[in-house]
């Protein structure tokens, strides 16, 4: 049994009796330390129980509670799971939010949001551990002496952390999950208590614990708010704390040493930050180094960078953070004169020995921007300061390399790398769908679960009837437990022997639901047209929040449901065509959805998704993709092999060519009846007869200012659709006369019905793609 040493310890293994699975290490040569603003966890007890072998033995205990079971909406906890079940040494580090991603109803078409109490009933799979509590500083100003420089006239917070345990896959090791609590000092404005102030006194405290209270929505729009400006430097201060406090404490396995010198701490020590919103590591680790450990500045530098390791999310220049130097100032003064100091440095060193004269070079390259208001660019900050940066699929990561950080990649090409995007097969597999996973068990064994590479050993089965049968009737178990979910809680009856046509994901207008609108439409009025013709059914399911302040993804939402409401009522269409918005799309809701999915909507506009991970979770489930050759569908179309998906619409080349022509959306609404049709129905208040104008703020965005080009995929988009309709009508409908049939995977589509997609066909990706892309950006220090 290998057991995991939370605290203290240089090793975090150690053999306590038997012999240590493959995967775990005996010698801890470092840690991983996950920093994250977000962790999307889901509900935790059936995939604990699953990575410990015992939901047979829990099933009917976990029926009795799985009443009062309530998911985490806090990102990136597959990260979590495949680090703990490959042996991996990490600890992943976030903020405790009291609220998570809020609650969303829709109330007549419109989202209104609620807040999500989790923690109304407490959490009993964490820990507070109030023994490791540290304090974290915020204002006051910065005092250069002969002694050094010090912060001071600061207040004061304390972060309390809570552990949540995350089990490996039958390997007896346990990784922890360490969340932030925000606590005010007890002495907190004490002096206000004693002069009448009590109420200040109270309301202040309360000020300073707001700052774990609410998790600010991921909108891929930047908005610089001081609250989360503290949350940001809040999990950095306290995690680089504990961080430091462990490595001074361990030494091979002995607590009686207490290490003084830092210099090998990027030997013991990878910090990963997820995304720019841990970027304030770089400046708070030099502060500690320089200011309290009395480090020299370039000893400080060398550590700091070849600690640090950034992960790009994004490729959206409004989605890149950019803090206004006078809320530094104000919050974080000491820091700004570090990112100034780093940014002089950096500057220095690049005008000197690479770009002599090229001035406008050097104002791309700056941690400073100048303007109006003179902001930080965090992203800057983060390449800068790290030893490796990468992107989170390849074509992400070869795009911010010839756009986005082109500058910084000619400078240094050797820090940036890619780190494909991957999910746990055990939770988006083993737990989610357990009938498919036990289909694969019974011919190959369980070992696929943690290899994915012997998925393989399906190929010995692939003329197996029975195989084909037992998938075939999974997927139709799922869709019907799925249609009696949909009937209960959206009081909607839905035609289970329908395509599963699925496109759930944040709300966002480069995400393209109004492409999907627009075909549901078209499908709509060929319907209307030609009611007696045989139409292929479909089921259009889509979901996904808006952030609170994006209008627009608003309104989309309200173009859905309102499509659904003439859609759904229509006696005409009957149940050919059903339009489903779903409520609240979560963890727990994607735990339902995907294992009855039939398609998977993967439609972003080439060159804006960074990777997703929602389209391999619909295909390890057997769902077909229709998608654009964009984020990680690229590396899936090149494992699975392009045949085996409906891929559409322009690439990455030619969004570009169209930039530079310029985009006219209004030829594209003139040339094509199809598109004008639907376009002028929404315009005209079709579905809004009651506000006719409701949704001429949306037009008016397709016809003129759409950055993601929505028409022009438009045509494309429908044909391929179309390819997906005759192909599913096709597989219904030959199936019984078909017999088995090869791995081609057109036969293999008729042989499994209405599922339209098996493991069996994608198996390349299955093995390769998903397990590589999981344990890449975790492998070494180098790449993490």
Not at 659 to 677: F, H, M, T
């Amino acid at each position: 049994m290998i057991v995991q040493q939370q605290e203290g310890t240089g090793c975090n293994w150690q053999k306590a009796s038997g012999t240590a699975p493959l995967s775990a290490p005996l010698l801890l040569l470092q840690r991983v330390y996950y920093l994250s603003l977000e962790f999307y966890m889901g509900r935790t007890l059936q995939n604990t129980m699953v990575n410990l072998g015992l939901e047979s033995a829990c099933d009917e205990a976990i029926y009795q509670v799985v009443s009062v079971r309530f998911p985490i909406g806090l990102g990136f906890a597959c990260f979590l799971d495949s680090m703990a079940s490959l042996g991996l040494a990490a600890y992943g580090y976030g903020i405790r939010y009291e609220f998570g991603i809020f609650n969303q109803k829709v109330v007549n078409g419109w989202q209104v949001e609620e807040a999500d109490d989790w923690l109304r009933y407490g959490n009993p799979w964490e820990k507070a551990r109030p023994e490791y509590m540290r304090p974290v500083h915020f204002y006051g100003r910065v005092q250069h002496t002969a002694e050094g420089v010090k912060w001071v006239d600061t207040q004061v917070v304390l972060a309390l952390p809570y552990d949540t345990p995350v089990p490996g896959y039958r390997n007896n090791i346990v990784n922890t999950m360490r969340l932030w609590s925000a606590k005010a000092p007890c002495d907190f404005n004490l002096k206000d208590f004693n002069v009448g102030g009590y109420i200040q006194a109270v309301l202040d405290r309360n000020l300073a614990e707001n700052i774990s209270r609410v998790l600010y929505p991921n909108d891929n729009f930047f908005e610089g708010k001081e609250l989360r400006l503290k949350q940001e430097y809040f999990v950095v201060a306290a995690t680089l704390q504990d961080i430091i406090r462990r490595f001074k404490a361990s030494k091979f396995g002995s607590t009686e040493f207490v290490r003084i010198d830092l210099s090998t701490l990027p030997d013991k020590v990878a910090i990963q930050l997820n995304d720019t919103h841990p970027a304030l590591a770089i400046p708070e680790l030099m502060r500690i180094l320089v200011d309290v450990e009395k480090l020299s500045w370039e000893k400080a530098w060398d550590i700091v960078i070849r600690t640090c390791a950034y992960t790009n999310h994004t490729v959206l220049p409004e989605a890149l953070e950019r803090w206004p130097v006078d809320l530094f100032q104000n919050l974080l003064p000491r820091h700004l004169e570090i990112i100034y100091e780093i940014n002089r440095r950096h500057m220095e060193v690049r005008r000197a020995a690479l770009y002599p004269g090229d001035v406008d070079r050097m104002r791309r390259m700056s941690l400073i921007e100048e303007g109006d208001v003179k902001k930080i660019n965090m992203a800057h900050l983060c390449i800068v300061g790290s030893h490796a940066v990468n992107g989170v699929a390849r074509i992400h990561s070869d795009i911010i390399k010839s756009t986005v950080f082109k500058d910084f990649y000619e400078m240094d090409p050797h820090k940036f790398q890619n780190k494909t995007n991957g999910i746990t097969p055990r939770r988006w597999l083993v737990m989610c769908n357990p009938g498919l996973a036990d289909v694969i068990a019974e011919r190959i064994g369980e070992d696929y679960i943690r290899d994915l590479d012997q998925l393989k050993k399906l190929l010995d089965f692939v003329d197996d009837e029975a195989l084909i049968r037992d998938v075939a009737k999974v997927k139709q178990e799922n869709k019907l437990k799925f249609a009696a979910h949909l009937e209960e809680h959206y009081k909607v009856k839905i035609n289970s022997d329908s395509m599963f046509d699925i496109h759930v994901k944040r709300i966002h207008e480069y995400k393209r639901q109004l492409l999907n609108c627009l075909h549901i439409i078209t499908l709509y009025n060929r319907i209307k047209k030609e009611p007696n013709k045989k139409w292929t059914p479909r089921t259009i399911m889509i979901g996904g929040k808006a952030a609170p302040g994006y209008h627009t993804a608003k309104m989309i939402i309200k173009l859905i449901t309102s499509i659904g409401d003439v859609v759904n009522n229509d006696p005409v269409v009957g149940d050919r065509l059903k339009v489903i918005f779903l409520e609240n799309y979560r963890v727990t809701l994607a735990e339902k959805v995907i294992p009855a999915a039939d398609l998977s909507e993967q439609i972003s506009t080439a060159g804006t998704e960074a990777s997703g991970t929602g389209n391999m979770k619909f295909m390890l489930n057997g769902a077909l993709t229709i998608g654009t050759m964009d984020g990680a569908n690229v590396e899936m179309a090149e494992e699975a092999g392009e045949e085996n998906l409906f891929i559409f619409g322009m690439r990455v080349d030619d969004v570009e060519a169209l930039d530079k022509k310029g985009y006219d959306a209004v030829s594209y609404y003139n040339r094509i009846p199809e598109l004008k049709q639907a376009v002028d129905q929404i315009s005209a208040g079709f579905f809004s007869p009651d506000h006719p104008g409701l949704f001429k703020d949306l037009v008016n965005m397709l016809m003129h200012h759409d950055r993601f080009k929505v028409f022009a995929d438009y045509e494309d988009y429908i044909q391929c659709q179309d390819k997906v309709s005759a192909l599913y009508k096709v597989s219904s409908r030959t199936r019984a006369a078909a017999g088995l049939c090869s791995l081609k995977f057109q036969v293999l589509l008729c042989l499994q019905r209405r599922s339209l997609f098996s493991a069996l066909t994608h198996q390349r990706f299955l093995n390769s793609f998903l397990l590589t892309s999981n344990v890449l950006i975790l492998r070494t220090k180098k790449n993490v």
